[in-house]
């Protein structure tokens, strides 16, 4: 799944329910559906997030991180073996060049998944309601704390309809265990000293990205200009043209999308001399610093989430929660589509896409691979 996922969170659930619900049956596609939007509540990597818990509802913690590490480590591998070419590339803008189709191919792929996932979830005139909201709120959002906030309210909404829901037996009180919720606190909290009393440029970039994860809501794309102003404007680690080039690659690499972290701890470390050592050190800490908030908060929830779901309230929110969040999908299948330069080949390759998933069962890494050929052909 880590070398074939494409396209960000909101592609990766549409892979997540053709692989895990479909073929699997590792879990139903409300379940999935409930975690996903779970996981868009909590700061951190959505689909990091999503993919981590199916595998700790599987095998428990264990396998949950170990989900985590095959998850996260081709990408995060990839793009920090990128910085370290780049650091010694002298044209970089050339590779842009080459990849150029893969935005509008993208924006065909969440357009997908819009439509796959809104198609399923939202069943009456308050969850149209909510779905509406959401997407327009989504638009114009100017704050990535406005997520969290749409998926309560969507919610609040539709646990009005709480007697609608079949009582069930709550056998014993709901437990909260707070461990994890300790654990992401006293990582915070002790990054945060050390980086103070340290010059060791890869405690600083854990305690960065750490901090980064924890406030983070809204998926990749809502992280970037925080590191864009953190790395480039205040701290003068990455030139404008880095930073914009690196994004561009990762655009072009499988896997989440906040494995670009890598990609920018390593080019910092490379800006304090360390050496390719010190790069992959460097990329190595940034990424286990934006991804560990994230698991800590969602193994802290899931523990306690089936246990709340048998209060009738709980469930009848879900389908505002889940129609908020399809609002979100079908809103940054829009937003990616405004800077696309209006033209025949940008808005046929994203129809083509769209129809080649929806029409065909074209494996979506050819799909990827034949827009990067034609990048290059052209």
Sequence with gaps: MSLTAFGGPQVHIAYFLDRFVTKRGYLTEKELLELNALCQILPGPTSTQTITAIGFRIGGPGLAYLTLLFWALPAVAILIFVAIALSTFAHKEEILHYIRFIQPMAVGFISFAAYKITSKVVESKSGFLVLFLSTLLSLYASSPFL???????????????????????????????????????????????????????????????YRNGSLIFGGGQVLIPLLYTEFVSLKGYLTSPEFLSGFGLAQAVP?????????????????????????IAGGLMAAAGIFLPGTFLIFFVIRFWDGLKRYRIVRASLEGITAASSGMVIAAALILLRPITPGFINIGLLITTFGLLQFTKIKAPLIIISGILLGFIL
């Design 147 to 209: 997520f969290p906030v749409l998926i309560i309210l969507g919610g609040a909404i539709t646990a009005f309809k709480y007697k609608r829901q079949p009582e069930l037996e709550k056998n014993e009180p709901l437990k909260i265990i707070w461990t994890n919720f300790w654990v992401w606190a006293g990582v915070l909290v002790t990054a945060g000293a050390l980086a103070t009393f340290t010059s060791f440029i890869p405690v600083k970039l854990f305690e960065n990205f």
């Design 255 to 279: 896997g989440p999308v906040f494995s670009f972290s890598a990609y920018i701890g390593a080019l910092s470390a490379q800006q304090m001399n360390m050496g390719i050592a010190g790069m």
